[in-house]
Structures are given as C-alpha cells and as structure tokens.
C-alpha cells in the first residue's frame, strides 16, 4: 500500500471515529457496520499485510469477518507461524459500546503504514480483529439504550437478532455468533484475546478499567505469568499515558471505597469462555461517563501497549502458552467451581469522588450522587484471589449418545477430536444422576438455567450403538470438554438446559395394582423391609402418605427406569 493512500485511509478513519475532544460533553459519531466493513475491505484491497475473511453468520444472515494482519502474508489460522505472538481483538459484542471498533480501525491503520514505525511489530506479532461481532445488534441504531452513558450520539443496541446477549453466550452458543467464533477461536489458538467494552457502575476519575481472566483459574504456568508479569506491565505502561487503568471496579459494597473485587469472568463470557483453551483474556471497560472520544482514545493506546508487550515478550508468551498447554494435559483433575478468599488483599492507588447519599428527586426515598467537585486520591482494597470449592477428576474419555447432536455440533465448533463406536458395545461406565439442582423462576438469556447442582455416580454397564460419541481426554480441548461436559459445572451443558427431556419420569404406576408387587417386593427382600421402615421413621410426610410409600419401594424397584434422571454425557476409564 502506497504511504498516501494510507494516510488518507487513516484521515478518514479519523473523521469516521474521533480525535481526542476539548470539550468534556462532545457526543461524536461511530461508524455503522457497512461503513466499518467498507473501511476494512478497503485496507484489505490496498495492503499485501492484510486480509478481511468471512467466518460465518449471524443469525439474521449477516457476514461475520475476522481481519488478519499477518507480514508473512500468510492468513489462514492453520499455518500461522506459532513463533510468533498472536493477538485477536473482539469488538462490538455489545454494540452500544462501539469505542473499540473505532480504535480497532484506527491501530490497523497505524499497523498497514509501513512507513510507521509501529508497524515494526509485526515482525513479531499477528493480529487478528473482529471489526463488529454483534452484526445483528449493530444494524439496529438509536440514541436512547445506553442511558447511562455520554455518547456516542448514535449506536447499535445490546441484543442480537435473537435478542441474546452474545457475551452470555459462548459455552452454549444459542446464536451463530458464537458457534463460528468458538471455531475462529480454536482455528486461530491465539496467545491473548482483548473483547472490548463500556462499562456500567460507579463513577470515578478512571477513563479505562481492565479484567484479566482470573489467574487461580488459569492455572500456575500461566495464571502466576498473568499476575506476575503482564497485567503489572500493561498497569505500568498505561500509568505513563494520559490514562492511568485500574482493575474493572466491581464493587465489594455500594461504592468504590468499599474495595473491589477480581472479576470472575465464567465461560459463558468471551475471556472465560478463551481460557478454557488456554487463551489469556482481556477486557477493556471504558468508563460510560467519559467521552467518546476519550474512551476511543484509551482503548487505542491500551492496545498499542498490548502489541507492544506482544513484541517485547515474545519469547515469555510463547514459553508459558506452551507450559500451559503441558500443565493442562497432565491434569488429573480441574476446579469447576470458586469463592473469592477474602483473605487476600492488595491495596491499589485509585482515584474516585465522594459518594452522597440525598434525598431522591423523584418519588421518594434517598439517592446515591458522585459529587466531581469533590475528587480524592486513595489506596483501596483490591480482591483478586479465588479458591476452588469443587474439583472435577478427568476420565479417560467421555462417551456421548448420538442423539444429543446439538452437544455435538458444539463440540465440532470447537474441535474436539473423537471417534464413534463402530458397532453395538456394552461397556462399564461412570453415569451420573441429578439428583438436586434449582432452576431458575424466570428466563434467563433463553434459559431456565440450573444451578446448586449435586448429581450421584454409579458404575453400570450401558449399551452403546454404532455411531455413538468416544472423546478422548487427552487433547488439546482437555479444559474445555471438562468445563462443559461435567453435570456439575455451573457452565456446563447440563447447566444450560441441554439434557432437559431426562429430567422426567415417563413410566408411572396405578396404586392398586403395585400394591401386590410391592408386598411381594418388601417379603422377598428383608432389607429393603427394614431400609422403608427406617426411611418412615425419619421421615415424617413418607409415613404418612401411603403413595409415597408406594413411590419409595417403585424408585427401588425393577419396574422403575434406569433413564430417568440419568446424564447422557458419561464417564469411560477402560
């Protein structure tokens, strides 16, 4: 590309997006998703560096691209050169929080101009970008969504064509969004992700916030690289900028001198969902109160930084990816489950306004008011330690009935490796029964999710059919699988309503006619006499409800229905 014509596209980029403004209350523009795509298929056109790639679509048809910035002019994710650091940049996944876009555009430019010493970088680094992931959302603009936050004047709304939130989505993938970003993801395997934001909350002086995937899920290779060396270096190298960053503030109490919390980003969302295959997660969260242009500009130097890391620390990147991926293979067992140790503290400089509390302006009551006339400066408590309070041992492999083809085609769009039973098998397996879990009241994201799961586990001989699903542990999906596949995990697939038709007895019984078979039951088997006699004894409603009693010799019965209840995901140590 012409060093001109780069600096025209950059001009344009710029009027597109935004300068830096004088006046606090500016409410600039932000590109729609045609103008964003047009910009890209422009750099694409005129730049031998870049290439812009359709990677699936939304589910209202739209195209879904990923841009590829690679100096080896190499673009497809399979043959990447894996010496080299590799970044993916995710915008848009809440349209209405567009400042990435606009500093996406922006730094691929800056990337493009070879006459730009930051383009040097590439030498060591590929940069992937999804220009607007939430296409569907983006399409649909307006001005009064976000009304907490200053500017921009016009932007996409939060929910998909589907109206899902596509940042709740990435473990169940209801939309196409998220089935064809979990196969970029995994097709590009790159080092560190950065999903883009604004965020809602407190007020304070802070322009830009980050979350980091928290470092006790990652695991030590690389979660004591995370907390050790790279969130301390992003910290110090914006500290030197115009754009002090802090933690994400997720509050311990109402206000931000309460202290705040490390943000335990599950892998229903972006971060968490890559950390799972081993990818450090990043998330900028713009302050919604600053604006536009300034919240633009944050992002952008925040990400100049990140490459610039990407760059230095190669070689630590790499080595610790690697470390990762050997530490994964060789587990046993992952933590499904954490609670934060409030034992563990840093204090952190943060910069907030006093909080007061006044009478409400409208209707009645009090309200909370952050008064900017009266700044401070202090040290805050800073909670960022987890401890694991459920731990999940790893089988051999997991074994999955052909009829659950959506848990499969999950498993597709991330590559697991498997193979199907060639013929009709009986083999001994692991099977895990529900028996408690809550559901939620109300929907949630398209789900009446499950939670406070305990399931009970039985060794039996199950048939399998030809065709069937044998997934082997051990590979490179290890985490993934064991996050999605194990009834317990709060984001695994039973969580998420995939195995519901089992949660439900089929076959019953007429009282009058079990009676006989369960006194013929109760005579041949003295045990289960005296196990029903001590069950009534404790049990106050089972004694006097003589159904139930019925119900509780059926349960234990051969009349009764191995199936239900019964988790189709099971557990093969051969």
Not at 501 to 530: C, G, H, N, T
Request: glycine share 4%.
């Amino acid at each position: 590309m012409q060093y001109s014509t780069l600096l025209l596209i950059s001009f344009c980029a710029s009027l597109v997006s935004c300068s830096i403004a004088k006046a606090a209350n500016v409410q600039d523009t932000t590109a729609t998703w045609q103008a964003c795509i047009d910009y890209y298929a422009q750099l694409d056109e005129q730049s031998d560096w870049a290439s812009l790639r359709v990677f699936g679509k939304s589910d209202a048809g739209r195209d879904l691209h990923c841009m590829v910035i690679n100096k080896e002019k190499e673009f497809d994710p399979t043959r990447f050169n894996r010496n080299k650091s590799i970044v993916l940049i995710n915008n848009a996944i809440h349209p209405g929080e567009p400042d990435g876009v606009e500093a996406s555009m922006r730094l691929c430019a800056m990337l493009l101009d070879k006459e730009n010493a930051f383009s040097k970088l590439l030498d060591d680094v590929i940069v992937c970008v999804v220009p607007m992931y939430n296409v569907d959302g983006a399409s649909v603009r307006g001005s009064f969504s976000r009304a907490n936050q200053l500017g921009p004047v016009e932007y996409g709304f939060r929910g998909n064509a589907l109206n899902l939130d596509l940042n709740r989505d990435f473990v169940k993938c209801d939309s196409k969004n998220a089935l064809a970003f979990n196969s970029l993801l995994t097709r590009i395997q790159p080092h560190v992700m950065v999903d883009t934001h604004v965020s809602n909350g407190a007020d304070y002086a802070h322009t830009l916030t980050l979350i980091t995937t928290q470092s006790d899920k990652l695991g030590y290779a690389q979660g004591s690289f995370v907390r050790d060396e790279l969130e301390p270096d992003l910290y110090r190298a914006m500290q030197a900028t115009e754009y002090p960053m802090v933690p994400y503030v997720h509050t311990m109490g109402r206000t931000p001198e309460s202290g705040i919390e490390g943000f335990l980003e599950t892998a229903r969302f972006a971060t968490g969902y890559a950390a799972l295959h081993g990818v450090i997660g990043l998330t900028t969260e713009t302050h919604m109160l600053k604006p536009f242009a300034q919240r633009v500009e944050a992002t952008f130097i925040f990400l100049q930084k990140l490459l610039e890391y990407c760059h230095l620390h190669r070689i630590d990147l790499l080595k610790q990816y690697k470390e990762g991926e050997l530490e994964r293979l060789a587990a046993d067992g992952f933590a499904l489950k954490y609670q934060l140790d409030t034992t563990s503290k840093e204090m952190i400089s943060f910069k907030g306004y006093d909080a007061l509390t006044e009478p409400a302006l409208v209707g009645t009551g009090d309200r909370l008011r952050y008064d900017r006339s009266r700044p401070w400066s202090k040290k805050i408590a800073y909670y960022n330690r987890y401890k694991s309070t459920q731990f999940a041992k790893v089988p051999a492999y997991y074994v999955i009935p052909q009829a659950w083809s959506k848990v499969i085609e999950r498993l597709d769009s991330n590559h697991v490796k498997y193979h199907r039973f060639n013929q009709d098998t009986v083999i001994e397996i692991i099977v895990s029964y529900a028996d408690q879990f809550e559901t939620a009241k109300s929907p949630y994201e398209g789900h009446y999710y499950h939670h406070h799961i305990l399931c009970r586990d039985t060794i039996v001989k199950v048939s399998m059919m030809k065709g069937d699903y044998c997934i082997p542990t051990q590979q490179i999906a290890k985490r993934y699988l064991v996050e999605a596949l194990e009834p317990n995990s709060d984001e695994g697939f039973f969580a998420w309503n995939f195995f519901d038709s089992m949660l439900q007895q089929k076959e019953w019984f007429s009282d009058y006619v079990f009676e006989d078979i369960a006194a013929a039951l109760l005579a041949k088997d003295p045990a289960l006499k005296a196990a029903l006699e001590s069950a009534m004894k404790s049990d106050k409603n089972l004694a006097e409800d003589h159904w139930q009693q019925l119900y509780w010799i059926y349960k234990r019965s051969p009349y009764y229905e191995t199936s239900a209840y019964r988790v189709p995901v099971f557990r093969w140590n051969p």
